[in-house]
């Protein structure tokens, strides 16, 4: 049986703010009288993170999920409900259970802005306590695999965002963590530096069973690298499991590519589908997954094929159909 991680049960959080109209006396009444409003950022909510997992934990913004982010990595205090991470509470044990947890957010940097990464990592040596040679070990091993050999000595205000973000992951990983939370990890960095970041990820969980929570708006990342999708909506989680139920229980329609042998005429059969593309001998044909069997079987029988393939819709559309649900 597989061990559970992160055990999360009716996690309940709201925040009050308040709201005023604009203009100078609207400020100057508000010195007085203010119209607060609660905000129920978490409305119960229940899931459980296996270890070894790499999970993508998303959602819109307001949705509720960096709230949800804080309060397993120990930043936020809950209104309610028990969570259990790595075995420790983790905003009662803060300070032990932050030695087995890495951090990484996208737009928050934990890199001295003038000085270069390697300066930072001897700093955070010191922190974590780590030995020497584990130092050496660790850094040569990710900094090789990231390939930020000569990056890391320069500052940090002259590494382009991408350069940073590999050496932000650096940082985060340097003390050998047994869970890693990652705040959109490849956020306006390029493709080049996406793919170098996502092979990371997953070198690290293959080889050292690294757990990792990733939250993010960029759908590459979650096919690339998420087997296990939470998404939480409205302060409640709307699905929880694997990409490929997902995909299994949401997916209304298909896309079918078609390679004619040769320029033919081409007329639709009775199957519901619509040819959304067409060359003289390419097409695509958009057409409801239960019906895809049935229209590849009348394609093959009227027509000289030269390849077929079936796709799925995008992963975007697929989620915001769940986000709409």
């Known amino acids: ?27 100057i009444k508000s010195l007085f009288v203010r119209n607060f409003k609660e905000v129920r950022a978490l409305k119960g909510v229940d899931f459980e993170i296996q270890k070894g997992e790499i999970v993508g934990f998303i959602g819109p913004n307001g949705a509720g999920k960096s709230t949800a982010i ?18 420790f509470n983790p905003w009662t044990a803060r300070e032990r259970y932050l030695q087995n947890v890495g951090v990484v957010f996208g737009q928050k940097t934990q890199l001295s802005w003038d000085i270069p990464p390697l300066d930072t990592y001897h700093f955070l040596k010191d922190v974590y306590e780590i030995p020497d040679v584990k130092f050496r070990s660790r850094l040569n091993y990710m900094v090789k695999i990231l390939g930020i050999g000569e990056i890391i000595k320069t500052p940090t205000r002259n590494l382009s965002l991408g350069e940073r973000m590999r050496c932000e992951l650096v940082a985060a990983l340097l003390h050998n963590p047994d869970l890693v ?14 793919e170098v970041i996502r092979e990371f990820i997953v070198k690290l969980n293959q080889e050292q069973g690294t757990t990792f929570i990733i939250t993010t708006h960029d759908m590459g990342d979650i096919e690339k690298l998420c087997k296990h999708i939470i998404i939480i909506n409205h302060g409640e989680i709307v699905f929880d499991s694997t990409l490929q139920n997902l995909k299994q229980n949401y997916v209304k329609t298909k896309f079918i590519d078609v390679k004619l042998a040769e320029p033919q005429k081409f007329i639709l059969g009775k199957y519901e589908g619509k040819v959304i593309s067409k060359t003289k001998i390419d097409l695509k044909i958009e057409v409801r997954a239960k019906y895809v069997n049935n229209l590849i079987y009348w394609i093959m029988k009227n027509c000289k094929v030269a390849d077929i393939t079936v796709t799925n819709p995008p992963i975007e559309k697929i989620i915001t159909q769940i986000y709409r649900k």
């Open 70 to 87: 804080k309060v397993m990595s120990g930043l936020l205090y809950p209104d309610f409900g028990k969570v259990k991470c790595l075995g």
């Open 181 to 194: 939370f990652l705040d959109e990890p490849t956020v306006g960095v390029d493709i080049i530096a996406k």
């Open 1 to 27: 049986m597989e061990e559970a991680i992160i055990t999360v049960k009716n996690l309940k959080k709201a925040f009050r703010t308040y709201r005023r109209e604009a203009g100078l006396l609207e400020s």
